[in-house]
Each structure stands twice: as structure tokens, then as C-alpha cells.
């Protein structure tokens, strides 16, 4: 629901118009205000511009490529860290099948097997979270850059209206100046009426200034957004990337590890039936 536009009370344009000065004295008084305000509004939108700019700065996407690298290899080492995790309970619970006797034999035996596997599944992902790391870097680089081509075209286009502003700015103080020169009492009619129209002046510049002002502030809240989006969507791309490797790596990983247990099994059955046959006497000659 729209508002109707902000009225200060009259006393203000009363006291503060340089248009409604009642002499010279007075006159000096309110331009030097008017001046301030143009510098202030200038300042203020070169800090706008400095601000929609700062994500390009020198460094920052590399920063930002810096960063994606981060969060890919915390993504890595959690997801590794989540299969040597289930790789090592699953030997446990084997471990507990066979019994204490049986366990020592059995972890020496299939310890490096199950190493090179955890190994193998870790290059393996590695080699996929790099390479989505590289696209997802090239991605947001790309859009990185043109986004700020955009921005650079905003500024330089801006950066006059700010520049503009302190030139206003030194008209109304030469003009102050000017008028403290003539003293005291009534201001001339020539005075009178630059000072009017220097007001006038000031009044749509600094209004076209705000609004710039304004817009520039709206465009550098769409640029932080823009970019955190950018940095975002890297880093799903890069995590898809890894559970899908995840997902097709997964059957492969579950078989050998099937295999090693079952033959982990056998070998213990083996063990135990040679060690029974031994006790009767008859040991198979497949053990001997």
C-alpha cells in the first residue's frame, strides 16, 4: 500500500531556504548547509559504488574459487569418512562372527585388502569431486565475470552523478563565500536572484542524486544476492556430483566387500573343520 510522499512541516523551509533568506547574513547561513548536503549525498554514493563494486575486487574470485575448493573437500572428507566408517563396522561385526580366536588371524589377513579397497573408492571419488570442482570454478568464474562487467558499466556511468554533486557543491560554497564578502543587511536584487536559481539547481540535483543513491543501494543488494546464489549453486553442483559418484560407486564397493566376508568365512570354516579333523586324526589333505 503506497504512502503519500514525506512533507516536512513549513517552519523548515522556512529557516532553511536560501530563496527565503531575509538578508545577507542569513543567506550565507543556508548555503552552507545546502553545500554540506551535496557533499554528503556524493559521499554517500561513492560509498554505494564502492560497495556494488567490492566483490571484484582484485583477489575476490579467486577467493571465491578458494572457497568452493574448501567446502568440496570438507563435502569429500565427510562422505570418505562416512564409507571407512561403515567399512570398519561391517569388519567388526565380522570380527565378531568367528569369535576371539579366530579374530587376530583374520584382521591381519584381510586388513590390506580392505586398505587397498578404501583407497581405490577414495581416488576414485577424489578424481570425481575434482573434476566437478573444476567445472563448477569455470562456472562460477564465467558468471562472476559477467556480472561484473555489468557492474563495472553502473559504475562508471554512476560515478559522474557523484562527482557532479561536489562540483555543485563548490558552486554553493563560492556563491557563501561570495555573500559573507558583501557584509551585512539587505541582499542584493543580483544576489537574489543566483542564489535562487543556484537553489533551484540544488534542489534537482540532489533529488536526482538520492534516487541514484537509492537505486545504486538496490543494485548492490541484488549483486550480494547474485553472488551468494553463484557460490551456492557451485557448491550443489559439486556435491551432486560427489553422491552421484557415491551412487555408482557404491554396488562395486558392497560386492568386494561381500567377497572378502565370504571369503573370510570360508577360510575360518576351513580352519575349524581341519582343526576338528586333526583332533580325530583325519585331516584333509587340502589343508595339509
Same mark, same amino acid.
Given at each position: 500500500?503506497?504512502?503519500?510522499?514525506?512533507?516536512?512541516?513549513?517552519?523548515?523551509?522556512? %529557516?532553511?531556504?536560501?530563496? +527565503?533568506?531575509?538578508?545577507?547574513?542569513?543567506?550565507?547561513?543556508?548555503?552552507?548547509?545546502?553545500?554540506?548536503?551535496? &557533499?554528503?549525498?556524493?559521499?554517500?554514493?561513492?560509498?554505494?559504488?564502492?560497495?556494488?563494486?567490492?566483490?571484484?575486487?582484485?583477489?575476490?574470485?579467486?577467493?571465491?574459487?578458494?572457497?568452493?575448493?574448501?567446502?568440496?573437500?570438507?563435502?569429500? $572428507?565427510?562422505?570418505?569418512?562416512?564409507?571407512?566408517?561403515?567399512?570398519?563396522?561391517?569388519?567388526?561385526?565380522?570380527?565378531?562372527?568367528?569369535?576371539?580366536?579366530?579374530?587376530?588371524?583374520?584382521?591381519?589377513?584381510?586388513?590390506?585388502?580392505?586398505? $587397498?579397497?578404501?583407497?581405490?573408492?577414495?581416488? +576414485?571419488?577424489?578424481?570425481?569431486?575434482?573434476?566437478?570442482?573444476?567445472?563448477?570454478?569455470?562456472?562460477?568464474?564465467?558468471?562472476?565475470?559477467?556480472?561484473?562487467?555489468?557492474?563495472?558499466?553502473? &559504475?562508471?556511468?554512476?560515478?559522474?552523478?557523484?562527482?557532479?554533486?561536489?562540483?555543485?557543491?563548490?558552486?554553493?560554497?563560492?556563491?557563501?563565500?561570495?555573500?559573507?564578502?558583501?557584509?551585512?543587511?539587505? &541582499?542584493?536584487?543580483?544576489?537574489?536572484?543566483? $542564489?535562487?536559481? %543556484?537553489?533551484?539547481?540544488?534542489?534537482?540535483?540532489?533529488?536526482?542524486?538520492?534516487?541514484?543513491?537509492?537505486?545504486?543501494?538496490?543494485?548492490?543488494?541484488?549483486? +550480494?544476492?547474485?553472488?551468494?546464489?553463484?557460490?551456492?549453486?557451485? &557448491?550443489?553442483?559439486?556435491?551432486?556430483?560427489?553422491?552421484?559418484?557415491?551412487?555408482?560407486?557404491?554396488?562395486?564397493?558392497?560386492?568386494?566387500?561381500?567377497?572378502?566376508?565370504?571369503?573370510?568365512?570360508? +577360510?575360518?570354516?576351513?580352519?575349524?573343520?581341519?582343526?576338528?579333523?586333526?583332533?580325530?586324526?583325519?585331516?584333509?589333505?587340502?589343508?595339509?
Amino acid at each position: 500500500m503506497g504512502g503519500m510522499p514525506h512533507v516536512f512541516p513549513d517552519w523548515v523551509a522556512e %529557516l532553511t531556504d536560501p530563496r +527565503r533568506a531575509g538578508n545577507l547574513e542569513e543567506l550565507a547561513d543556508r548555503l552552507v548547509p545546502l553545500a554540506e548536503r551535496a &557533499v554528503d549525498v556524493s559521499r554517500r554514493l561513492q560509498e554505494q559504488l564502492t560497495e556494488v563494486n567490492a566483490p571484484f575486487e582484485p583477489g575476490r574470485p579467486r577467493a571465491l574459487v578458494d572457497g568452493l575448493q574448501r567446502r568440496a573437500e570438507e563435502a569429500f $572428507a565427510e562422505v570418505n569418512g562416512e564409507i571407512e566408517s561403515t567399512t570398519r563396522a561391517r569388519m567388526e561385526r565380522l570380527l565378531t562372527r568367528v569369535g576371539a580366536r579366530d579374530a587376530a588371524a583374520l584382521r591381519a589377513a584381510l586388513a590390506p585388502e580392505l586398505s $587397498a579397497q578404501r583407497r581405490l573408492v577414495a581416488e +576414485r571419488l577424489g578424481t570425481r569431486t575434482g573434476e566437478a570442482v573444476q567445472e563448477a570454478a569455470k562456472l562460477l568464474l564465467d558468471r562472476t565475470g559477467l556480472l561484473a562487467r555489468s557492474v563495472a558499466g553502473l &559504475v562508471t556511468g554512476t560515478l559522474p552523478a557523484a562527482q557532479e554533486g561536489l562540483a555543485l557543491a563548490g558552486r554553493i560554497s563560492a556563491l557563501a563565500g561570495k555573500v559573507r564578502a558583501e557584509g551585512r543587511g539587505p &541582499v542584493p536584487a543580483e544576489l537574489r536572484a543566483h $542564489a535562487a536559481a %543556484l537553489a533551484s539547481d540544488a534542489d534537482a540535483t540532489l533529488a536526482r542524486l538520492e534516487l541514484e543513491w537509492s537505486v545504486v543501494g538496490a543494485h548492490a543488494a541484488a549483486v +550480494r544476492s547474485a553472488m551468494r546464489a553463484a557460490e551456492e549453486a557451485a &557448491v550443489s553442483a559439486v556435491t551432486s556430483a560427489l553422491a552421484e559418484a557415491v551412487a555408482e560407486l557404491a554396488p562395486a564397493h558392497i560386492r568386494v566387500l561381500a567377497d572378502l566376508e565370504h571369503r573370510a568365512l570360508a +577360510r575360518c570354516d576351513a580352519v575349524d573343520s581341519a582343526a576338528k579333523s586333526a583332533t580325530t586324526g583325519d585331516l584333509p589333505e587340502s589343508i595339509l
